[in-house]
């Protein structure tokens, strides 16, 4: 059983920055991939980002490239989400998840445990 607690959201106008932090217990993290996932109101959950196990592979959504970047911290049983030049239709509720097999990261469906969630709201 993994907890995980997304935290670092809040309000931030175009162009800042926010990082997100997702921190586990009850397991490591180091054997799991992790994925950032985000939800906006009326949307379906879409993919932002995903990092193995090791860190040594990533993978971004094409409208996050250049600006976000994940990463993880196996020590501190951590992943981040650092997410540069925010704009306005980055807003949405962000949940990072599990993933013990590094296969079809993009879908939601596998992936193992979820977070509550941390909401990034973007004004113009």
């Known amino acids: 059983q993994v907890q995980l607690v997304e935290s670092g959201g809040g309000l931030v106008q175009a162009g800042g920055s926010l990082r997100l932090s997702c921190a586990a217990s009850?397991?490591?993290?180091?054997?799991?991939?992790m994925g950032w996932f985000r939800q906006a109101p009326g949307k379906e959950r879409e993919f932002v980002a995903v990092?193995?196990?090791?860190?040594?592979?990533?993978y971004y959504a094409d409208s996050v490239k250049g600006r976000f970047t994940i990463s993880r911290d196996n020590a501190k049983n951590t992943v981040y989400l650092q997410m540069n030049s925010l704009k306005p239709e980055d807003t949405a509720l962000y949940y990072c998840?599990?993933?013990?097999?590094?296969?079809?990261?993009?879908?939601?469906?596998?992936?193992?445990?979820w977070g509550q969630g941390t909401q990034v709201t973007v004004s113009s």
């Open positions: 009850g397991r490591t993290l180091s054997s799991y991939g």
């Open positions: 990092i193995s196990s090791g860190g040594g592979i990533t």
């Open positions: 998840a599990t993933k013990r097999v590094f296969a079809a990261v993009r879908v939601t469906s596998t992936y193992d445990y």
